[in-house]
């Protein structure tokens, strides 16, 4: 078992990068919002290696849902490799967490530990849950709804900081409405994240990736059943080393200003626009999920009202509120605060200057956008939109460096001028390929510095 010991104080950085300068009755001010967490602790009190915080609370709760479905037995090798991958999940449980498994189908039933409880993780109950896979048998429908609302329901028993889950399907939601699936994702935001995988090709990528984008996980697709488990245990450990939950960012705006948005854009493309909760007067919180040690970028949108040459105003204050025991009024984490600028000049030079981050994460944003339009216009027989739209697709990512979404594009057209953009749709593109262009769409890279 890893050692995930850690410091007990709290590091959040807040750095802002923009071109502050606009022309005369220039209105539109865009920033990147780099926020970083080091020191390896965002809790504000020190969590053991054994998953406990001081006071004898574990730390975090996770649950494990998985697939059960009809499909899954065929080939035979998929369910095996499903319950080799829990099995692994389950083993990179530190001591101390909470956890639970999952059958899912049209229903959603606990195979461990049962009676609505949660486990705590220890050599024992790992070696039951471990052992309580045997009886992971396909058969049935596919509900994902009804799984979500279980794993929340199990979850919620938890006095925990972090609550995750971990959801795994090889087929298309056909046993509940996408109103249901909606439903269910609307209530379950902000309860708990969860990261959602895909295995083979009969599953339905935007169903998945839509349930990872409500609950602040990641999507991904794992076309070999082989690989699972390897994917399982890179999910659980990455979920290990979160250690704080509910950090919002928190953006106020003077008087007249407006947010047209703000995306997350590093390490994936998220709009969080839509998911504001106003936070006192002109200000609101945009939520961002759990964190460990890492950094992640965010574009920040704003209309400000025009002003004289000369002017300058504040069009925005960042900052992160991270929830700290027994602190319920969000109170902005201490030195976490960023400052957006408008700044009205004559010079032509200066208020046409393109931010090197901006511009780098506007076309990592467009990039995400025309993968999928081009996608889906060839999906409908739209040959020549396609081609212009995944052409636009490689030269962006030719511009920006994105090796890896370059390369999954290689896979979908012949690429004639990667810096112009020309290419030629492939005559036969594997299935395998195009799920997993678009399900890594939305992965970007950072700027270069």
Not at 48 to 56: E, H, L, R
Not at 197 to 210: F, H, I, L, N, Q
Not at 215 to 241: K, N, S, W, Y
């Amino acid at each position: 078992m890893a050692d995930f010991a850690k410091s007990n104080v709290p590091r959040f950085s807040v750095d802002v990068y923009q071109n502050a300068y606009l022309p005369e009755g220039g209105t539109e001010v865009d920033a990147i919002v780099t926020v970083t967490a080091t020191g390896g602790g965002t809790t504000g009190r020190a969590v053991p290696a054994s998953g406990y915080a001081p006071d004898g609370r574990p730390s975090a709760a996770v649950a494990l849902m998985v697939d059960c479905s009809g499909s899954m037995d065929h080939p035979a090798a998929k369910m095996r490799s499903a319950r080799e991958a829990t099995a692994a999940a389950i083993d990179t449980l530190r001591d101390g967490t909470h956890f639970a498994v999952i059958d899912g189908t049209h229903l959603a039933k606990e195979v461990y530990p049962g009676g609505g409880r949660l486990a705590v993780a220890d050599a024992v109950t790992r070696d039951q849950a471990k052992r309580a896979l045997r009886r992971l048998r396909a058969g049935g429908g596919t509900a994902i709804g009804t799984w979500l609302r279980l794993a929340d329901r199990l979850l919620s028993t938890a006095d925990v900081t972090i609550r995750h889950g971990i959801l795994l399907t090889d087929g298309r939601n056909e046993h509940e409405s996408p109103q249901d699936l909606r439903a269910t994702l609307e209530a379950c935001a902000g309860r708990f994240t969860c990261d959602a995988r895909g295995v083979g090709t009969d599953w339905d990528v935007k169903e998945v990736t839509a349930v990872a984008t409500a609950l602040l996980g990641t999507a991904d697709i794992v076309a070999d059943p082989a690989d699972l488990a390897a994917d399982f245990t890179r999910m659980m450990e990455t979920a290990m080393g979160k250690e704080v939950a509910g950090v919002s960012l928190r953006v106020w705006t003077p008087a007249g200003a407006t947010i047209r948005f703000v995306k997350q854009v590093a390490p994936s493309v998220a709009d969080l626009t839509a998911r504001r909760v106003d936070a006192g007067a002109r200000a609101g919180d945009y939520p961002t999920g759990s964190w460990g040690d890492e950094s992640r970028d965010y574009h920040l949108g704003l209309t400000v009202p025009p002003a004289g040459l000369g002017r300058e105003m504040l069009a925005a204050r960042v900052s992160l509120v991270v929830p700290q025991p027994g602190d319920t009024t969000g109170t902005p984490h201490p030195g976490t605060q960023g400052l957006v600028r408008a700044v009205w000049t004559d010079d032509m030079a200066a208020s046409t200057a393109i931010s090197p981050q901006v511009a780098h994460y506007t076309g990592q944003a467009e990039l995400a956008q025309v993968i999928r339009k081009g996608l889906d216009l060839r999906k409908v027989g739209d040959l020549d939109g396609a081609t212009a739209k995944l052409g636009r697709a490689v030269q962006l990512a030719n511009a920006s460096g994105n090796a890896d979404t370059a390369k999954l594009l290689a896979k979908v057209v012949d690429v004639v001028d990667a810096a112009t953009g020309t290419v030629r749709l492939k005559t036969r593109v594997a299935e395998v390929d195009e799920m997993t262009l678009e399900t890594r769409s939305t992965k970007t890279v950072r700027v270069k510095k």
